[in-house]
């Protein structure tokens, strides 16, 4: 089966191709990076604007890069939420109205159940699931219990800023441009994460929760008493507070829940020490490490059309009635 993905909830506009929930034919990712950097973030109307700007030929390419004709797709799915209103709207319309050119079934997505899934697309093996799964974007923080696809359950989730944000805040602190969290991880490589004693809050506390505000606060704070402190010490102090815990309460909910595999998924998840602590902590437990390929784990189309796969179709008028849900949660299934 042949699904034709859409994602434009935030500022990529995204398309892809995806065949039985696995094997990706295309995955184009127009990003508006630079659009945005002007700003330091994104213009949600100016995103709105691009996506428009931008739909028909970013699907156009993911069918001919694919090799597949629209007589070939069997299903259109995008994003529904969450995400950006006026973003989510252009792919989501758009999808809708290609389902009903084609005459075939339009499938809604959750953003963050595709995310959640992500780390499967690629990964070999066999019973890769239960997992614990550490979802970490710019807009979310949260561990997840999944038994199947589809089958899950929310451990924990941030009570305030997510991972994603605080990495964008201390970038734009310390003036490295935006998007920050690529830019903090690069510097931090050359830094002593053991310069500063940032907070490391909620770590020890019995929830699965994460509270990352007072992080930020704390760099600020610092920066203001010691405006020449090293910024690669800033960056690598920052970063392993962060990583701390959300390591710590990773392992911890993995235990606790009896499973031997986790994951990660969302932009943050391509952080290079995040990766190497999870890693670290798999190879000691002999537990098995899920990490999507990093064209996976920021947006992509690529990973709503794999899921999508796992859905079934709705009625067509309820498929179609479907609207954008910006602050729409996981959906839970357990
Ligand atoms: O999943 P994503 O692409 O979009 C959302 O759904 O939010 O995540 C974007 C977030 C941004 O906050 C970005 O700074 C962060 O992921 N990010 C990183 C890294 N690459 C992207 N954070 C830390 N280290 C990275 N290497
Ligand atoms: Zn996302």
Aim: charged share 20%; net charge neutral; hydrophobic share 45%.
């Amino acid at each position: 089966m042949i699904i034709l993905g859409i994602e434009t909830s935030c500022d990529e506009t995204s398309a892809a191709v995806v065949r039985d929930g696995r094997e990706i034919l295309a995955n184009i990712v127009s990003s508006q990076i630079e659009l945005h950097r002007p700003y330091g973030g994104v213009v949600p109307e100016l995103a709105s604007r691009q996506h428009l700007a931008l739909i028909d030929s970013v699907v156009t390419e993911a069918l001919q890069t694919a090799g597949v004709s629209w007589a070939e797709v069997d299903a259109v799915a995008a994003t529904y939420g969450p995400g950006l209103a006026s973003s989510l709207l252009i792919g989501l319309n758009a999808a809708k109205g290609m389902a009903l050119a084609i005459g075939k079934p339009f499938r809604p997505v959750n953003h963050m159940e595709a995310h959640l899934y992500s780390p499967l697309l690629g990964a070999t093996g066999e019973d890769l699931l239960p997992m614990v799964s550490l979802i970490v974007s710019g807009g979310h923080t949260m561990l997840v219990h999944a038994t199947a696809i589809g089958r899950h359950r929310i451990l924990g989730q941030t009570v305030d800023d997510a991972a994603g944000e605080a990495f964008d805040k201390v970038a734009k602190l310390l003036g490295l441009g935006y998007p920050g969290g690529p830019a903090v991880d690069r510097l931090a490589q050359r830094g002593n994460p053991g310069a500063i004693a940032f907070p490391r809050s909620m770590r020890d506390e019995a929830s699965f929760n994460f509270s990352f505000s007072g992080l930020k606060t704390s760099v600020m704070y610092w920066l203001r008493k010691n405006p020449t402190s090293e910024p690669a010490d800033v960056c690598a102090s920052f970063q392993e507070a962060v990583v701390d815990v959300l390591v710590g309460k990773t392992v911890r909910a993995a235990t606790e829940c009896g499973v031997r595999t986790i994951s990660a998924a969302g932009g943050v998840s391509v952080n290079r020490r995040l990766r190497e602590r999870l890693a670290a902590q798999c190879d000691r437990r002999g537990w098995r490490l899920l990490l999507a390929d990093a064209s996976l784990c920021t947006d992509n189309a690529g990973m709503i059309a794999a899921l999508a796969f796992h859905q079934s179709n709705p009625e067509r008028s309820a498929s179609l009635a479907v609207d954008v849900a910006p602050s729409a949660g996981l959906v839970i299934h357990s």
